[in-house]
């Protein structure tokens, strides 16, 4: 099983980017796929998740701005990023699982690489 995240950069506070990760195989089979994102130094942090049935979750400090949808046919997932802040800038990661949901403290057994966000002017 591989996952492919790809569509991090640079972005000024207040714009946009869509993140897209890509799996090997059928995402459907992974149930969840989620989005962490970890800055050095700091414990890795929930961003948004998203399960086989189309219920996500989203960590307290994106909900409102950030949005995770998946397309089972692509085997992708995409989190859409918008009014991004300074505090946003990190590795954000993808991961899949079984389980239907979960936290800052729990994910699945599969990582992608990683893919770096900058927000800053």
């Known amino acids: 099983v591989q996952l492919q995240a790809s569509g991090g950069g640079l972005v000024q506070p207040g714009g946009s980017l869509r993140l897209s990760c890509s799996a090997s195989?059928?995402?459907?089979?992974?149930?969840?796929m989620t989005w962490y994102r970890q800055v050095p130094g700091k414990q890795r942090e929930l961003v948004a998740g998203?399960?086989?049935?189309?219920?996500?979750n989203y960590g307290d400090s994106v909900t409102g701005r950030f949005t995770i949808s998946r397309d089972n046919a692509k085997n992708t997932v995409y989190l859409q990023m918008n009014s991004l802040k300074p505090e946003d800038t990190a590795v954000y990661y993808c991961?899949?699982?079984?389980?239907?949901?979960?936290?800052?403290?729990?994910?699945?057994?599969?990582w992608g690489q990683g893919t770096q966000v900058t927000v800053s002017s």
């Open positions: 991961n899949a699982g079984p389980f239907p949901r979960y936290t800052d403290a729990t994910w699945g057994p599969y």
């Open positions: 195989g059928n995402i459907v089979d992974f149930n969840t």
């Open positions: 998203i399960n086989r049935g189309g219920r996500s």
